[in-house]
């Protein structure tokens, strides 16, 4: 589906249903952004309080999923929409339920962020933490940009990206055995780092998956689970076909 | 009326024309036939002259002309005219064109121009630095798609006020300032400026202040208690009494400056909103009143028209009413009277200081809630203020989305009132039958 294809409907009112639950879906990535953000930010702060209120606002996504849903169901439903329109529309159904799980996953981090700040903070202010985070937040914030402009060579920045996330997390996973193992009294903080690592990393895999619905939106292939050079092989093709056809 | 020549001497070739035709036809003897000849002529003349008409109107460079004066000629040279000024003219649109595109371009702000769907129509060098943007793929996308931040698209929905600061999407630590300004019919220009140095001066100056004031007020705790224990103690010579005393008083003013200070920055600090905590203001309201009343000056009324109760953070909602009915006092001498009004207006609820004290000159009004700002210096000294009182009552305000609004006549008195928006007001009725 080339990005203009969105303008050109018989029937303008499902153009503006269209348009209408893909603004939706970016206005929640919006949110989900500010979450993780805010969640970053109380560990960085040691602010339990920001923590906190993070986790309590993971509501206002939940709700969002909800109803970006029902809009959706609604439109399959009255509009019976085929082709490139159908692909948009399961592409926001999943896309919706991963910006859904990246909330759940900031809520986490704040809530642990909340009880890392009760504790004493190691010398460095848990800067690998801090990496890892900067890192998954240019994923997230990169996969949405694909969203917005059916960007796909952007989408497959955002999936190669993925790779140095997961070492990141592996290493970070391996020092904290190594600090558990020298002091022992430092369990519980470790623990909870880990886990925070752990967040991150899955929120890192939940914006490649976004960004697999890009590419699965604008070429209308499936490129889930066949390893890096493939997708980018589908992605080169998908854009030649493209420039040859206009 | 007078005819230009060139279609005198037309008229006259026509004239002539048809003459000549009629005089050798009645010579030859078929009048008719050599007056329609001639006719068919002239039509087939004139219309060969519209066909190069038409092709030059059409932008045809090259029009064979074959008078080179009377009508035709002067027509073509009419319309050739007209087409070189046009040519001109878009050639100067062009330079000026581009022109603006550079200078705009050339700007450290950035600029972008919205449609009324909040489409990009276009957008200037900086605003594609400052924001990311791409001048190949983005002409045409909802900014808010690309903008995600949710108090943006807040801001852009109603586009009120000053503008909004964000943080920036490409650089780590920077911030930047958007402000939407609509123009023409359904267009509105978004310019974006860095505000990363700004920003940071400022939290530099909070912080700063903050600090300062914090580590002040230990050594003064000391100095408090020490002329304290001396004020107390009967050991002091006679000549040290009154400084003594004076110290003292001056000490506790020091302590109320500091402590006020730490909560105009607190208040800075804290989000932009505050809580929404259950708060019992007639309850609030009376001991503040009894405080002052028992005092010396004026006398202090007051009138609870609604029960209605705020949804706010208590302490600042004290610290609101506190500092309105303590400057009131303060500037009203005795025999005049305070009145503290808590009423309904429509959905909101307002609070309101009624004194018949010293009142403030007009044109000081807006001025008069800025840090240590004095109407009279002399007198307020002397009255024990910090000059940060209103300054903490407009911040706290503005966190509880409310409004202060001054009225004041010198010499009369002057009305300081707060209106608190509907979400935040609470009327007791509702909430009972709310409950039932």
């Known amino acids: 589906m080339e990005v203009e294809d969105l303008g050109h409907h018989i029937s303008r009112r499902f153009n503006e249903d269209l348009e209408r639950v893909r603004n939706m879906v970016l206005s929640m990535g919006g949110l989900v952004e500010e979450q993780l953000e805010r969640a970053i930010k109380a560990l960085s702060e040691g602010n339990s309080q920001l923590g906190l209120q993070v986790a309590e606002d993971d509501v206002k996504v939940n709700r969002m999923e909800v109803s970006i849903d029902e809009e959706c169901s609604r439109i399959l439903a009255t509009r019976a929409p085929t082709a490139g329109d159908l692909r948009l529309v399961i592409a926001i159904i999943k896309t919706i339920t991963d910006l859904e799980r990246i909330g759940d996953e900031a809520e986490k981090i704040g809530v642990l962020a909340a009880r890392l700040a009760t504790v004493e903070r190691p010398s460095t202010n848990y800067r690998e933490l801090r990496n890892l985070a900067r890192h998954v937040k240019q994923m997230v914030h990169g996969a949405l940009n694909a969203f917005a402009r059916l960007d796909t060579k952007g989408a497959l920045d955002v999936v190669k990206a993925d790779n140095a996330v997961d070492e990141e997390y592996e290493s970070i996973y391996r020092q904290s055995i190594t600090f558990m193992m020298e002091d022992p009294r430092t369990i519980t903080r470790i623990l909870d780092m880990t886990w925070m690592a752990r967040a991150l990393e899955r929120i890192g895999d939940h914006a490649k998956n976004i960004c697999e619905y890009v590419i699965f939106m604008v070429h209308g292939k499936d490129v889930r689970h066949i390893g890096v050079e493939n997708i980018e092989a589908e992605v080169e093709q998908g854009a030649r076909r493209l420039e040859s056809r206009t | ?436």
């Not at chain 2, 900014?143 to 931040?149: A, G, K, P, S």
């Not at chain 2, 040290?240 to 105009?264: H, Y």
């Open chain 2, 1 to 436: 009326m007078t005819l230009p020549s060139r279609w005198a001497s037309q008229i006259a070739a026509l004239g002539a024309l048809l003459a000549s035709a009629l005089i050798l036809g009645w010579w030859f003897g078929a009048a008719g036939w050599w007056l329609a000849g001639a006719s068919l002529l002239y039509v087939v003349f004139t219309l060969r002259h519209l066909y190069w008409l038409d092709r030059a109107l059409d932008g045809h460079r090259r029009v064979p002309l074959f008078e080179t004066r009377g009508l035709w000629a002067e027509v073509f040279a009419r319309v050739e005219k007209l087409r070189a000024k046009a040519r001109n003219r878009k050639k100067k649109y062009h330079r000026l064109l581009r022109e603006v595109r550079e200078s705009t371009g050339a700007l450290s702000d950035g600029g972008i121009i919205l449609n009324s769907d909040h489409e990009i129509m276009w957008f200037n060098r900086a605003a594609s630095n400052l924001l990311g943007l791409d001048q190949a793929t983005d002409i045409g996308h909802r900014i808010d798609n690309l903008l995600r931040y949710p108090d943006f698209v807040a801001y852009l929905k109603q586009p009120t006020g000053e503008g909004i600061t964000v943080a920036s999407p490409r650089r780590e630590t920077g911030w930047l300032h958007v402000q939407i300004i609509p123009y023409g019919t359904d267009q509105r220009l978004a310019i974006i400026r860095d505000v990363t140095n700004e920003k940071n001066v400022e939290r530099t100056r909070r912080d700063f202040v903050a600090n300062a004031s914090h580590e002040l007020r230990s050594p003064l705790t000391v100095i408090s208690g020490y002329l304290e224990a001396l004020g107390e103690g009967g050991d002091v010579p006679e000549a040290w009494r009154v400084p003594v005393a004076e110290m003292q008083r001056q000490a506790e003013r020091m302590t109320r400056i500091l402590r006020d200070l730490i909560e105009l920055t607190r208040l800075e600090s804290a989000d932009a909103v505050a809580d929404h905590d259950f708060v019992d203001v007639v309850g609030m309201l009376k001991p503040i009143a009894q405080e002052f009343e028992g005092k010396q000056g004026p006398t202090v009324e007051l009138a609870l028209e609604t029960d209605a109760a705020l949804l706010g953070k208590e302490s600042e909602l004290h610290s609101i009413f506190y500092n309105l009915v303590n400057n009131a006092v303060r500037f009203t001498p005795p025999g005049g009277s305070v009145r503290l009004v808590w009423r309904a207006a429509g959905d909101s609820a307002v609070f309101e200081v009624v004194d018949t004290g010293i009142g403030i000159a007009e044109e000081q009004i807006p001025r008069v809630t800025e840090r240590f700002y004095r109407v009279d210096p002399g007198r307020s000294r002397a009255s024990g203020g910090t000059g940060l009182g209103l300054a903490i009552v407009k911040h706290a305000l503005q966190r509880h989305e409310g409004q202060l609004t001054i009225t004041s006549r010198e010499g009369k008195g002057s009305t300081f009132s707060c209106r608190f928006p509907k979400e935040r007001v609470v009327f007791r009725s509702d909430a009972v039958s709310a409950v039932l």
